[in-house]
């Protein structure tokens, strides 16, 4: 299986300053069909994972544009521009490029 | 709207069997595949299960592997996880999700407690 590795695992962070999450995997994220099929997702105390970036760098239907993805291969960043007091929770990077599914061990994001 | 509604989470005792159910609504059901991913309490998640829209290839974790049986009713827009010997470990918030560029919509989970 794919190993997905994210730091920080903690991310103490200032309100309106710039916040980055790295994720690598242990092997190439790239699809059959030359797609990446890196996403990350933020959970919120008590809720459900949500879907913030999909393939890399396509920011879902109302993320904010504070949010944006980028990476390669098997080096991927999430990064927030300046972060807000919403912003709190866990984020999860999660590859599916290869069978099964495997996920980063989340990283919290506190202020 | 896409929607996809858990149910059947309880307390359980080891050793114990439990059904749960995840209604889909908003998208034609049998397009997707679906899994069922769940979280321990305080930790990360894990996907245990995983079905193809036609129901016709299934995926089960090694950690769930002739103990649990995912199931889907098209028809009824319907997936199911059928749960049986049931471990403490196997205590988590279980979520229904849609595959569609990787994970797309979750469900808000059901709650499986397993205790004496």
């Known amino acids: 299986d794919v190993v997905m590795t994210q730091s920080p695992l903690s991310l103490p962070v200032t309100l309106g300053q710039p916040a980055s999450i790295s994720c690598r995997s242990s092997?190439?994220?790239?699809?059959?069909?030359?797609?990446?099929?890196l996403n990350w997702y933020h959970q919120r105390p008590g809720h459900s994972p949500r879907r913030l970036i999909y393939a890399v760098s396509n920011r879902d239907s109302g993320v904010p544009d504070r949010f944006s993805g980028s990476g390669s291969g098997t080096d991927f960043t999430l990064r927030i521009s300046r972060v807000e007091t919403e912003d709190v929770g866990v984020y999860y990077c999660?590859?599916?490029?290869?069978?099964?599914?495997?996920f980063g061990q989340g990283t919290k994001l506190e202020i | 709207e896409v929607q996809l509604v858990e149910s059947g989470g309880d307390l359980v005792q080891p050793g114990g069997s439990l059904r749960l159910s995840c209604v889909a609504s908003g998208f034609t059901f049998s397009d997707f595949s679906m899994h069922w991913v769940r979280q321990a309490p305080g930790k990360g998640l894990e996907c245990v299960s995983a079905?193809?829209?036609?129901?016709?290839?299934?995926f089960y974790a090694n950690s769930v592997k002739d103990r649990f049986t995912i199931s889907r009713d098209n028809s009824r827009n319907t997936l199911y996880l059928q749960m049986g010997s049931l471990r403490a470990e196997d205590m988590a918030v279980y979520y229904c999700?849609?595959?569609?560029?990787?994970?797309?919509?979750w469900g808000q989970g059901t709650l499986v407690a397993v205790s004496s």
């Open positions: 999700v849609r595959v569609g560029t990787g994970y797309d919509y």
């Open positions: 079905i193809n829209g036609n129901g016709g290839n299934t």
């Open positions: 999660i590859q599916a490029s290869h069978w099964p599914f495997t």
């Open positions: 092997q190439s994220l790239v699809y059959s069909d030359g797609s990446t099929q």
